[in-house]
C-alpha cells in the first residue's frame, strides 16, 4: 500500500527554467510534508517543509504547495541549478501513533546546461 | 554540531551470514529511525527508537532483523541470516521528538551475494 507516490521517477530541465516534481497522498491522515534531496552515496538531506494548515511555503528558490482536496503536494525550483540534479524524495507525516514519516519512491531530476 | 554518524559505509556479505550496522545519532536527539531503501525506492521506515524504548517495529523483519538502543543513544542493526532481497542501503536518522524532521547519516550499502 504506497501511501505517498510521486509518479515521474526523472525528470530532465534546462538551467534557468522551473523544475516542479508532483507528489500524491492518500492518507488524510498526514499533517505534515517534507521534501529531501539526496545526492548519491550520501543520506537524505531535509529541503523544504509544509503543514497542513498552510497551502504555500517558500525558502528561496524553493517553493512547496499544498492542495489538501486534490492531495497532492509539488515543489518548484525556480531558476534550476546544475547543483539541483539529485534525486527528490517527498514524505508525509502520520498524525496518528509513531508519528513516523512515509516516504514516496523519489524522482531524479537532471539539470541540463 | 556533528552529524547522524554510521558505521560502516559498504559492506559485502554472502547470504545466509550475519551483519551488524552501528549509528550513532546527533546528540540531544532522542528519537531514533532506521530505513531500508531499496534501489529505486524511497526509505521504507523499519524501526522507530524513543530513547531506548522501541515505539514502532511494524515493518520489521523480525525473524531476520533485530536492533537495539542501548542506554538511549548509539543503536546496531542486525540481520541473521542475510538474503539476497536484503540488499540495500540502510539509513539512520534521528529527531529531536517524533513529528520533528530526521536528520540522516550517510548510511550503509549492504550488498548480498
Known amino acids: 500500500d504506497q501511501q505517498v507516490k510521486q509518479n515521474s521517477p526523472s525528470l530532465s530541465v534546462q538551467e534557468g527554467r522551473i523544475s516542479i516534481l508532483n507528489c500524491d497522498y492518500t492518507?488524510?491522515?498526514?499533517?505534515?510534508f517534507l521534501w529531501y534531496k539526496k545526492y548519491p552515496a550520501e543520506g537524505p538531506t531535509f529541503l523544504i517543509s509544509?503543514?497542513?494548515?498552510?497551502d504555500k511555503n517558500e525558502d528561496g528558490r524553493f517553493t512547496v504547495f499544498l492542495n489538501k482536496s486534490a492531495k497532492h503536494l509539488s515543489l518548484h525550483i525556480v531558476p534550476s541549478q546544475p547543483g539541483d540534479s539529485a534525486v527528490y524524495f517527498c514524505?508525509?507525516?502520520?498524525?496518528?501513533?509513531?508519528?513516523?514519516?512515509?516516504f514516496g519512491q523519489g524522482t531524479r531530476l537532471t539539470i541540463n546546461p | 554540531e556533528a552529524g547522524v554518524a554510521q558505521s560502516p559505509r559498504y559492506k559485502i556479505i554472502e547470504k545466509r551470514q550475519s551483519v551488524a550496522f552501528w549509528c550513532n545519532p546527533i546528540?540531544?536527539?532522542?528519537?531514533l529511525y532506521w530505513y531500508q531503501q531499496i534501489l529505486g525506492q524511497g526509505p521504507k521506515l523499519l524501526i522507530q527508537?524513543?530513547?531506548?524504548?522501541?515505539?514502532?517495529d511494524s515493518q520489521l523483519p523480525k525473524d531476520r532483523f533485530s536492533a537495539e538502543r542501548l542506554k538511549g543513544v548509539d543503536s546496531t542493526l542486525k540481520i541473521q541470516p542475510a538474503k539476497l532481497e536484503d540488499s540495500a542501503v540502510y539509513l539512520c536518522?534521528?529527531?529531536?521528538?517524533?513529528?520533528?524532521?530526521?536528520?540522516f547519516g550517510a548510511g550503509t550499502r549492504l550488498s548480498v551475494l
Open positions: 492518507n488524510s491522515m498526514f499533517d505534515y
Open positions: 527508537f524513543q530513547n531506548n524504548g522501541v515505539v514502532d
Open positions: 546528540s540531544g536527539h532522542a528519537t
Open positions: 509544509i503543514s497542513s494548515i498552510k
Open positions: 514524505a508525509a507525516n502520520l498524525r496518528q501513533g509513531a508519528q513516523k514519516l512515509v
Open positions: 536518522a534521528s529527531s529531536l521528538e517524533p513529528g520533528r524532521r530526521p536528520y
